[in-house]
C-alpha cells in the first residue's frame, strides 16, 4: 500500500524567503505526481502535475522536482508571499492511472 | 469551463436521515472521482466512475454509502441513514484520460454535519 508523507507539517516563514516543501512515498510505481494548494474551507486548486518519465514541473514562482528512485518529490517555492499561505497537498496516482493517493500535507503561513 | 460543480455546498442532518451529495464534473471529462477529507484520515478516495460506470468502489465506507452516475455531466453520492461520524467534507473531482497525465480537478467541496 502506498505511503504519502509530508515534511514538516507546518512551515512558518517570514515574506521573500526561498522554502522547499517535502514529498516522500514508498511505493515508485507511479503514473504521476500532482501539488494541490487547499485554502481553508475550500477546495483543492492543481498547482503542478509531474509525469513518471519527468524529473520536474515549473509554473511562475513553483518549481516541482521528482525522484522516483528515493521516491521523494519537492515543492520550491520562491520569494514566498503571503498569498501563498495555505495547505499543500502531494498526490500520487497509481492503481492503473486513476487512483489519487494523498500526502499529510503541510500547512505554511507566509509573514509579513 | 466553471469547473466541477458540487451541491449543496453546506449540509446540515440529522443522525438517520438520507443525505444526498450532487456533482457535476467538467464537459468532456470521462471519470469522475468522490473522496472524503476528516481531520483524521485526510483525504480519502471513495469511488471513481469510467465513462458513468462505476470501477472501484473499495473506499466506500459501508453499505448506508451508495454513488451513482445517470449520465456524463451528473452524479450523486447517498449515505443513508446518515450518522455523526459521516461528518466530514465531500469533494468530487473529474479528469480527462491522456495517458500519463491525467489531471485530476476539484469542486469546492460539500461540508456535511450529521447531528
Known amino acids: 500500500k502506498q505511503e504519502v508523507t509530508q515534511i514538516p507539517a507546518a512551515l512558518s516563514v517570514p515574506e521573500g524567503e526561498n522554502l522547499v516543501l517535502n514529498c516522500s512515498f514508498t511505493d515508485s510505481a507511479i503514473y504521476n505526481l500532482q501539488w494541490f494548494r487547499q485554502d481553508p474551507g475550500k477546495g483543492l486548486t492543481s498547482l503542478l502535475l509531474i509525469q513518471s518519465s519527468q524529473r520536474e514541473q515549473t509554473s511562475g514562482r513553483l518549481n516541482a522536482s521528482l525522484d522516483k528512485s528515493s521516491g521523494r518529490s519537492t515543492l520550491y517555492i520562491a520569494a514566498s508571499q503571503p498569498g501563498d499561505s495555505a495547505t499543500y497537498l502531494c498526490?500520487?496516482?497509481?492503481?492503473?492511472?486513476?487512483?489519487?493517493?494523498f500526502g499529510t500535507g503541510t500547512q505554511l503561513k507566509v509573514e509579513l | 469551463d466553471a469547473g466541477v460543480i458540487q451541491s449543496p455546498r453546506h449540509e446540515v442532518t440529522e443522525m438517520g436521515q438520507e443525505v444526498t451529495l450532487r456533482c457535476k464534473p467538467i464537459s468532456g471529462h470521462d471519470y469522475l472521482f468522490w473522496y472524503r477529507q476528516t481531520m483524521m484520515r485526510g483525504l480519502e478516495l471513495l469511488i471513481y466512475?469510467?465513462?458513468?460506470?462505476?470501477?472501484?468502489d473499495s473506499g466506500m465506507p459501508e453499505d448506508r454509502f451508495s454513488a451513482k452516475m445517470p449520465n456524463a455531466s451528473f452524479s450523486t453520492l447517498k449515505i443513508q441513514p446518515s450518522e455523526p461520524r459521516d461528518s466530514a467534507v465531500y469533494f468530487c473531482?473529474?479528469?480527462?484520460?491522456?495517458?500519463?497525465?491525467?489531471?485530476?480537478?476539484f469542486g469546492p467541496g460539500t461540508r456535511l454535519t450529521v447531528l
Open positions: 466512475f469510467n465513462n458513468n460506470v462505476p470501477i472501484d
Open positions: 498526490a500520487l496516482l497509481t492503481g492503473g492511472g486513476n487512483k489519487l493517493t
Open positions: 473531482a473529474s479528469s480527462f484520460f491522456s495517458g500519463r497525465a491525467n489531471e485530476q480537478f
